[in-house]
Each structure stands twice: as C-alpha cells, then as structure tokens.
C-alpha cells in the first residue's frame, strides 16, 4: 500500500473535485464525499484547488466567458443551448484555448434546458464541441460518439469540421437522426 501525503492528497482530491465539479453534480455521490473527507484527512489543500480551479478567473477570460454568453441561443427544435468562440475571439482576449473550457462546466448550470453545447474554433479551423447535461435521462456521450467523439453521459465532446456554421448544421443532423432512431432521446 501506497501512503498518501499531502502533495498526493491534493493532487488526487483536485481530480474528484474536477470530476464532480466541486462535489456539485451528478458524478457527486457518498462514496466520493467518503473519499474527499479521507483525502481532507490526508493534507489536501481545498484552497489552494478552490482558488487555482475554480476561482482564479482573470479578466481577460471573464470577458471573453462574457461574449460567449451573448451569443448564446437555443435551438427551436432540441431542448438546447449552445454558444461558440472563434480563433480570433481568442486572440482578440489574449487566452488561451484552455478558457473555453470553464464555460461549459458553467452553462451546465443553466436552467430550463436539457444540453447546453460550447464551440470552439481550433487553430486549423476545426470546431471542437463540449456537451455538458445534468439530466439522468439524457446520454450526450451517444451524440458525441456520432460525431466521432467521446466521453460520458453527463460531459462528452467531439471535434468536427468548422466553421462553426457548418459545424452546428452537422451537430443538429446528427441529433435529428438520433431522435429518429431513438424518440425522446433530446426532445421530450
């Protein structure tokens, strides 16, 4: 057996902390709490994981959260919200790729929808999507695979040909023809 110390009880609690995103989704459940307050016990530094994760925003990636944020429309169709950046709202912002990220981790909190999506233009025009879903009766790992991607049932992403236009005219097929095969699977 492996003794855990502090540098290792952080570590490892930065991983569940990230998974349940801060013990507040559905990837939440006892064993995992049993297993915090374990880690708690070892030496892991729950603020030191707070202020780099979850807090430590600057403002240049605030405000690029910001313009993603005004663009975010749901589709007419599918009980989902999505939003996009492009390679120059990156740029424009001075951050990296990596900001995107958090934003759909934070969409995952929006009320009154079953998915929400996040976009990304990648530098060789590429569009990377993110799913994110805190319903148990909604799979977006089975719509992420259909687009060649990955992930679980709760948080699944993909990468497609951009721009993102084209990418969301692909994404919405793909979920039309997953409704046809399976009903109820997004709409309900």
Same mark, same amino acid.
Do not use: C
């Given at each position: 057996?492996?003794?855990?110390?502090?540098?290792?009880?952080?570590?490892?609690? #930065?991983? /569940?902390?990230?998974?349940?995103?801060?013990?507040?989704?559905?990837?939440?459940?006892? *064993?995992?709490? !049993? @297993?915090? =307050?374990?880690?708690?016990?070892?030496?892991?530094?729950?603020?030191?994981?707070t202020g780099s994760i979850f807090q430590d925003k600057t403002i240049?990636?605030?405000?690029?959260?910001?313009?993603?944020? #005004?663009? /975010?429309?749901?589709?007419?169709?599918?009980?989902?919200?999505?939003?996009?950046?492009? *390679?120059?709202? !990156? @740029?424009? =912002?001075?951050?990296?790729?990596?900001?995107?990220?958090?934003?759909?981790?934070?969409?995952?909190?929006?009320?009154?929808?079953?998915?929400?999506?996040?976009?990304t233009e990648l530098p060789d025009g590429k569009v990377k999507g993110?799913?994110?879903?805190?319903?148990?009766?909604?799979?977006?790992?089975?719509?992420?695979?259909?687009?060649?991607?990955?992930?679980?049932?709760?948080?699944?992403?993909?990468?497609?040909?951009?721009?993102?236009?084209?990418?969301?005219?692909?994404?919405?097929?793909?979920?039309?023809?997953?409704?046809?095969l399976k009903e109820k699977t997004i709409t309900g």
């Amino acid at each position: 057996a492996v003794k855990i110390n502090p540098a290792m009880a952080t570590s490892l609690m #930065t991983g /569940l902390m990230t998974d349940t995103d801060n013990f507040t989704n559905a990837a939440t459940s006892a *064993q995992s709490l !049993l @297993i915090g =307050h374990s880690l708690m016990k070892q030496g892991a530094k729950i603020k030191l994981i707070t202020g780099s994760i979850f807090q430590d925003k600057t403002i240049a990636t605030l405000k690029l959260w910001g313009l993603a944020f #005004t663009r /975010l429309e749901k589709h007419p169709n599918y009980d989902l919200a999505y939003t996009y950046l492009t *390679q120059a709202d !990156l @740029i424009d =912002h001075g951050v990296d790729i990596s900001v995107a990220e958090g934003i759909s981790n934070f969409m995952n909190v929006l009320g009154g929808h079953r998915i929400v999506l996040t976009l990304t233009e990648l530098p060789d025009g590429k569009v990377k999507g993110s799913f994110r879903t805190t319903r148990a009766d909604t799979d977006v790992a089975m719509i992420a695979k259909a687009l060649s991607g990955g992930g679980h049932k709760k948080a699944a992403g993909f990468t497609v040909e951009g721009p993102i236009d084209q990418a969301l005219t692909q994404i919405f097929s793909v979920i039309e023809k997953i409704n046809t095969l399976k009903e109820k699977t997004i709409t309900g």
